[in-house]
Protein backbone atom coordinates (compact mmCIF):
# COMPACT_ATOMS: atom_id res chain seq x y z
CA UNK A 1 0.00 0.00 0.00
CA UNK A 2 0.92 3.69 0.29
CA UNK A 3 1.92 4.05 -3.73
CA UNK A 4 2.56 7.40 -4.91
CA UNK A 5 2.58 7.75 -8.74
CA UNK A 6 4.46 10.55 -10.05
CA UNK A 7 3.88 11.45 -14.00
CA UNK A 8 6.34 12.23 -15.96
CA UNK A 9 9.58 10.73 -15.25
CA UNK A 10 11.43 13.03 -17.59
CA UNK A 11 10.72 16.26 -19.77
CA UNK A 12 12.58 18.14 -22.18
CA UNK A 13 11.40 21.57 -22.66
CA UNK A 14 12.30 24.18 -24.90
CA UNK A 15 12.88 27.79 -22.83
CA UNK A 16 9.82 29.35 -22.40
CA UNK A 17 7.20 26.82 -21.88
CA UNK A 18 5.05 25.70 -18.94
CA UNK A 19 5.74 22.01 -18.00
CA UNK A 20 3.04 19.93 -15.40
CA UNK A 21 3.77 18.13 -13.13
CA UNK A 22 1.14 15.05 -11.52
CA UNK A 23 1.64 13.53 -8.51
CA UNK A 24 -1.13 10.69 -7.33
CA UNK A 25 -1.54 8.76 -4.16
CA UNK A 26 -2.90 5.42 -5.90
CA UNK A 27 -4.63 3.87 -2.77
CA UNK A 28 -4.85 6.43 0.02
CA UNK A 29 -6.53 9.87 -0.02
CA UNK A 30 -3.83 12.43 1.06
CA UNK A 31 -5.08 16.01 1.86
CA UNK A 32 -1.27 17.12 1.83
CA UNK A 33 1.21 16.85 -0.27
CA UNK A 34 4.70 17.95 -0.63
CA UNK A 35 6.75 19.31 -3.30
CA UNK A 36 10.88 19.09 -3.40
CA UNK A 37 13.32 20.02 -6.00
CA UNK A 38 16.82 17.82 -5.11
CA UNK A 39 19.98 18.64 -6.72
CA UNK A 40 22.76 16.41 -7.91
CA UNK A 41 24.51 14.97 -4.69
CA UNK A 42 22.27 17.43 -2.68
CA UNK A 43 19.34 16.55 -0.36
CA UNK A 44 15.58 17.42 -0.80
CA UNK A 45 14.83 21.43 -0.79
CA UNK A 46 11.17 21.99 0.38
CA UNK A 47 9.24 24.01 -2.00
CA UNK A 48 5.78 23.64 -0.90
CA UNK A 49 3.17 22.42 1.13
CA UNK A 50 -0.17 21.34 -0.90
CA UNK A 51 -2.90 21.34 0.80
CA UNK A 52 -6.33 20.11 -0.72
CA UNK A 53 -9.43 22.71 -1.90
CA UNK A 54 -6.74 25.39 -0.11
CA UNK A 55 -3.77 27.43 -1.75
CA UNK A 56 -0.39 25.81 -1.36
CA UNK A 57 2.21 26.95 1.19
CA UNK A 58 5.17 28.12 -0.37
CA UNK A 59 9.08 28.05 1.73
CA UNK A 60 10.94 31.44 1.59
CA UNK A 61 12.60 32.03 -1.75
CA UNK A 62 10.11 30.17 -3.82
CA UNK A 63 8.40 31.86 -6.38
CA UNK A 64 4.68 31.16 -6.11
CA UNK A 65 3.84 32.10 -9.81
CA UNK A 66 6.51 30.30 -10.48
CA UNK A 67 5.92 26.79 -9.22
CA UNK A 68 2.02 26.65 -9.66
CA UNK A 69 0.26 24.31 -7.43
CA UNK A 70 -2.98 22.95 -8.08
CA UNK A 71 -4.80 20.29 -4.80
CA UNK A 72 -7.91 19.39 -6.48
CA UNK A 73 -8.74 16.38 -5.23
CA UNK A 74 -7.87 13.97 -1.87
CA UNK A 75 -5.39 12.23 -4.78
CA UNK A 76 -3.85 14.60 -6.84
CA UNK A 77 -1.59 17.22 -6.74
CA UNK A 78 0.26 19.22 -9.54
CA UNK A 79 3.12 21.41 -9.91
CA UNK A 80 3.25 23.31 -12.99
CA UNK A 81 6.93 24.92 -13.67
CA UNK A 82 5.92 28.22 -15.52
CA UNK A 83 7.93 29.72 -18.49
CA UNK A 84 10.91 27.59 -17.74
CA UNK A 85 14.36 28.49 -17.93
CA UNK A 86 17.69 26.44 -18.53
CA UNK A 87 18.25 26.97 -14.66
CA UNK A 88 14.61 25.58 -13.62
CA UNK A 89 16.16 22.32 -15.04
CA UNK A 90 16.37 20.17 -11.36
CA UNK A 91 14.95 16.77 -9.93
CA UNK A 92 11.54 17.44 -8.82
CA UNK A 93 9.65 15.00 -6.06
CA UNK A 94 6.75 14.97 -4.76
CA UNK A 95 4.95 13.05 -2.02
CA UNK A 96 1.97 12.62 -0.54
CA UNK A 97 1.26 12.43 3.56
CA UNK A 98 -0.43 9.93 5.70
CA UNK A 99 -1.38 11.96 8.85
CA UNK A 100 -2.09 9.02 10.91
CA UNK A 101 1.56 7.26 10.61
CA UNK A 102 3.01 10.69 9.71
CA UNK A 103 5.00 9.45 7.37
CA UNK A 104 5.40 10.85 3.47
CA UNK A 105 5.58 8.47 0.72
CA UNK A 106 7.16 9.72 -2.25
CA UNK A 107 7.13 9.91 -6.02
CA UNK A 108 9.23 8.51 -8.18
CA UNK A 109 10.92 11.74 -8.82
CA UNK A 110 10.91 14.01 -12.84
CA UNK A 111 13.90 14.90 -14.26
CA UNK A 112 13.23 18.32 -16.09
CA UNK A 113 15.43 19.77 -18.72
CA UNK A 114 15.46 23.20 -19.73
CA UNK A 115 17.01 23.56 -23.21
CA UNK B 1 20.08 27.95 13.39
CA UNK B 2 18.46 24.48 13.11
CA UNK B 3 20.96 22.26 11.95
CA UNK B 4 20.93 17.97 10.52
CA UNK B 5 23.73 16.66 9.93
CA UNK B 6 25.02 13.45 8.23
CA UNK B 7 28.27 12.30 6.92
CA UNK B 8 28.75 13.25 3.57
CA UNK B 9 31.50 11.06 2.73
CA UNK B 10 30.48 7.67 1.43
CA UNK B 11 30.18 4.86 3.83
CA UNK B 12 32.32 1.71 2.19
CA UNK B 13 32.19 -1.52 3.80
CA UNK B 14 32.48 -5.12 3.03
CA UNK B 15 29.55 -7.20 2.17
CA UNK B 16 28.29 -9.09 5.98
CA UNK B 17 29.46 -6.48 8.09
CA UNK B 18 27.29 -4.24 9.88
CA UNK B 19 27.21 -0.53 8.85
CA UNK B 20 26.42 2.42 10.97
CA UNK B 21 25.22 5.73 9.85
CA UNK B 22 25.18 8.83 11.50
CA UNK B 23 22.71 12.03 11.72
CA UNK B 24 23.20 14.63 14.10
CA UNK B 25 21.02 17.98 14.79
CA UNK B 26 20.95 21.13 16.50
CA UNK B 27 18.34 23.43 17.79
CA UNK B 28 15.64 21.08 17.34
CA UNK B 29 13.40 19.22 19.59
CA UNK B 30 11.64 16.81 16.82
CA UNK B 31 8.77 14.73 17.84
CA UNK B 32 10.24 12.19 15.61
CA UNK B 33 12.71 11.08 13.10
CA UNK B 34 12.66 9.52 10.17
CA UNK B 35 15.06 7.52 7.55
CA UNK B 36 14.48 6.87 4.22
CA UNK B 37 16.74 5.36 1.32
CA UNK B 38 17.20 7.31 -1.95
CA UNK B 39 18.27 5.19 -5.06
CA UNK B 40 20.09 7.08 -8.10
CA UNK B 41 17.52 9.08 -9.99
CA UNK B 42 14.50 7.80 -7.96
CA UNK B 43 12.21 9.12 -4.65
CA UNK B 44 12.99 8.17 -1.22
CA UNK B 45 11.62 5.37 0.06
CA UNK B 46 10.21 5.01 3.91
CA UNK B 47 12.36 2.90 5.94
CA UNK B 48 11.99 3.66 9.85
CA UNK B 49 9.94 5.93 12.13
CA UNK B 50 11.72 6.77 15.88
CA UNK B 51 9.53 8.69 18.03
CA UNK B 52 11.14 11.12 20.78
CA UNK B 53 10.01 8.67 23.43
CA UNK B 54 11.49 5.81 21.98
CA UNK B 55 15.31 4.70 22.11
CA UNK B 56 15.19 1.98 19.48
CA UNK B 57 13.03 0.95 16.77
CA UNK B 58 13.89 -2.67 14.61
CA UNK B 59 12.80 -3.96 11.22
CA UNK B 60 14.28 -6.87 9.99
CA UNK B 61 18.08 -6.15 8.94
CA UNK B 62 17.53 -2.40 10.38
CA UNK B 63 17.86 -0.66 13.42
CA UNK B 64 17.50 2.84 14.37
CA UNK B 65 18.64 4.50 17.84
CA UNK B 66 17.05 8.11 19.14
CA UNK B 67 19.18 10.19 21.51
CA UNK B 68 17.86 13.23 22.74
CA UNK B 69 20.09 14.00 25.01
CA UNK B 70 22.63 14.05 22.44
CA UNK B 71 20.36 15.31 19.50
CA UNK B 72 22.00 11.74 17.26
CA UNK B 73 20.04 8.80 15.79
CA UNK B 74 22.44 5.81 14.58
CA UNK B 75 20.86 3.97 11.71
CA UNK B 76 22.15 0.58 11.80
CA UNK B 77 21.98 -2.31 8.45
CA UNK B 78 23.06 -5.68 9.67
CA UNK B 79 24.38 -8.49 7.65
CA UNK B 80 24.81 -5.57 4.54
CA UNK B 81 24.14 -6.88 1.24
CA UNK B 82 25.21 -5.06 -2.17
CA UNK B 83 21.72 -4.28 -2.75
CA UNK B 84 22.21 -1.91 0.33
CA UNK B 85 24.58 0.26 -1.54
CA UNK B 86 21.79 4.03 -1.60
CA UNK B 87 21.83 6.95 -0.45
CA UNK B 88 20.25 7.01 3.17
CA UNK B 89 18.45 10.19 4.26
CA UNK B 90 17.36 11.49 7.67
CA UNK B 91 14.24 13.47 8.29
CA UNK B 92 13.54 15.68 11.53
CA UNK B 93 9.92 16.84 11.75
CA UNK B 94 9.74 21.00 11.73
CA UNK B 95 7.90 23.29 13.40
CA UNK B 96 5.45 22.94 16.08
CA UNK B 97 2.54 20.92 15.05
CA UNK B 98 1.63 17.95 12.92
CA UNK B 99 1.79 19.40 9.70
CA UNK B 100 3.86 16.54 8.57
CA UNK B 101 6.88 18.86 7.20
CA UNK B 102 9.84 17.17 7.35
CA UNK B 103 13.28 19.03 6.54
CA UNK B 104 16.38 16.24 5.27
CA UNK B 105 19.88 15.56 5.89
CA UNK B 106 22.24 15.89 2.67
CA UNK B 107 22.08 12.03 3.67
CA UNK B 108 24.91 9.31 3.50
CA UNK B 109 25.99 7.12 0.35
CA UNK B 110 26.28 3.44 1.36
CA UNK B 111 28.32 1.29 -0.96
CA UNK B 112 28.58 -2.70 0.46
CA UNK B 113 31.12 -4.83 -1.46
CA UNK B 114 30.92 -8.01 -2.58
Redesign the interface.
Known amino acids: GAV ?1 S ?1 HPSRVICKSGTSVKIECRSLDFQAT ?1 M ?1 WYRQFPK ?3 M ?1 MA ?1 SNEGSKATYEQGVEKDKFLINHASLTLSTLTVTSAHPEDSS ?1 Y ?3 A ?1 I ?1 A ?9 T ?1 LSVL | SQKIEQNSEALNIQEGKTATLTCNYTNYSPAYLQWYRQDPGRGPVFLLLIRENEKEKRKERLKVTFDTTLKQSLFHITASQPADSATYLCALTAGSGNTGKLIFGQGTTLQVKP
Not at chain 1, 101 to 109: E, H, S, V
Open positions: VQTFKSLLTFICSYVKNIQYFGAGR
